[in-house]
Every structure is written in C-alpha cells, then in structure tokens.
C-alpha cells in the first residue's frame, strides 16, 4: 500500500497524487512572455528595440536597433526588467522588443 497522498483536483473531478497537483500549480503560475513578433523571451536573453523609446526620469531617449543584453523576468506578461548604461530599473514593454 502506498502512502502518497491523494487531493481531489476540481478541474478533472478526480483524485490525483499531492505530487502532480503541484506540478499542475506550479505550471499554471508560469507566464510566457513574448516579444513584438511572438518569440518566446526567458530569463537572460538578449533583446533589441524595435522603436526609439522615451526613458521617464532618465532624460534619455533609447534609440531603435539599441542592444539591451541580459534581460529578466518580472512575471508580468508584459514587462520585462532590464539594465542599461545610465538608466537605473529599466522596464520595458514586450511589444517594443525584439529577441536576438
């Protein structure tokens, strides 16, 4: 006899493993995040700008084609964390991006 435990999944209307009711969790809180033309974007990947982008409270403008390297994820379908020379807390928009 095994001594797993069991939790009624209320999707499926079934009894499944405490194990996989977890890993079903842990899927559903992931986010895709995806650039301009629907490429998928993960923790540090290299991206470029796909418009000349105004930075508020930086007083800099980000030109089209800039490189912005080593981007993170903010679990935002949206938004993603990034540095840049100068600018402090960068966020941009997935769709001003494009992955490299």
Do not use: H
């Not at 939790?7 to 992931?30: F, L, N, Q, R």
Request: glycine fraction near 8%; include cysteine.
């Amino acid at each position: 006899m095994s001594d797993e435990e069991y939790v009624y999944d209320e999707a499926s209307g079934e009894w499944i493993p405490a194990a996989e009711a977890a890993a079903k969790a842990a899927a559903a809180d992931t986010v895709e995040v995806r650039d301009s033309v629907g490429n998928l974007l993960q923790d540090g990947d290299q991206v470029t700008l796909i418009k000349d982008l105004t930075v508020k409270g930086a007083g800099q403008t980000l030109k089209r084609g800039t490189l912005i390297k080593s981007i993170r994820l903010t679990g935002d379908a949206q938004e993603i964390d990034c540095k840049f020379d100068g600018i402090k807390g960068l966020v941009l928009r997935a769709e001003f991006v494009r992955k490299r």
